[in-house]
C-alpha cells in the first residue's frame, strides 16, 4: 500500500457536495434533470449529490476509460453507452469525479450533444486546470486541485482506493 496524505476529508466533501446540491436545484427548479454517473470514478460524489438533491433527478450511466496506472492513454473507449431516447431534448448534466488533460470530458460531451439534449452542462468534483491539454470547462466545480494525483472517494490508482471516505494524494 503506497503512503496516501489527505486532501479534503469526509467533513469538507460533505459541506462542497451539499452546497453543489442546493445550486443546481437553484438553477434547475422544477425541471426534470438527467444526471449523467461517469463509472466508476464519480460514483460516490454522484451518490452524495443526489441524495442531497431536492429536484427531479433522473440517473443514466456512461463509462469510458483513458487511464492506465497513473497515466492517461489519450485514447478514449466508450464501454457503457446511453440511447439517445433518456437524453433527446433533456436538460441533462454530465457528472464527473476529475477533470484532468480534459480529453474525456471533451469526448463526453460531444457524445451527449450529438443526442440533441436541451440542455448540457457539466458537473465535476475536482478539476485540474494546469494539466488540460484540451479546451474544456466545467460548469459546476466542487474543487481546483494543482497537478497531483489524487486517490479516494470514487477515484483509483489501478483500481485501488475507490472506496477511502476521503480524498488523499498518493505519494510518489
Ligand atoms: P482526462 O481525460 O485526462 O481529463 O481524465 C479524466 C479521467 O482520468 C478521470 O475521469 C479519472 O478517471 C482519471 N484521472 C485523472 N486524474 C486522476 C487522478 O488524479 N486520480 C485518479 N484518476 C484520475
Ligand atoms: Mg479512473
Not at 12 to 40: A, N
Not at 104 to 121: A, G, H, Q, R, V
Amino acid at each position: 500500500m503506497k503512503k496516501i496524505k489527505k486532501l479534503f476529508g469526509k467533513k469538507e466533501l460533505d459541506v462542497r457536495v451539499k452546497e453543489i446540491s442546493k445550486e443546481l436545484y437553484k438553477e434547475y427548479g422544477k425541471k426534470e434533470v438527467v444526471f449523467i454517473c461517469t463509472l466508476k470514478g464519480a460514483v460516490f460524489f454522484a451518490c452524495d449529490l443526489l441524495k442531497n438533491y431536492k429536484g427531479n433527478a433522473r440517473i443514466e450511466f456512461l463509462r469510458a476509460s483513458s487511464y492506465s496506472g497513473t497515466k492517461s492513454t489519450g485514447k478514449i473507449e466508450l464501454n457503457l453507452s446511453i440511447s439517445k431516447d433518456n437524453i433527446e431534448n433533456k436538460d441533462v448534466i454530465i457528472i464527473e469525479d476529475i477533470v484532468d488533460t480534459g480529453r474525456t470530458l471533451k469526448f463526453l460531451k460531444e457524445y451527449i450533444n450529438d443526442m440533441n439534449p436541451s440542455s448540457l452542462k457539466i458537473c465535476t468534483l475536482l478539476n485540474k486546470p494546469s494539466r488540460r491539454v484540451v479546451e474544456i470547462n466545467a460548469d459546476y466545480v466542487g474543487f481546483e486541485i494543482d497537478d497531483l494525483f489524487v486517490v479516494g472517494y470514487g477515484l483509483d490508482y489501478d483500481q485501488q482506493y475507490r472506496n477511502l471516505p476521503y480524498i488523499g494524494v498518493m505519494e510518489k
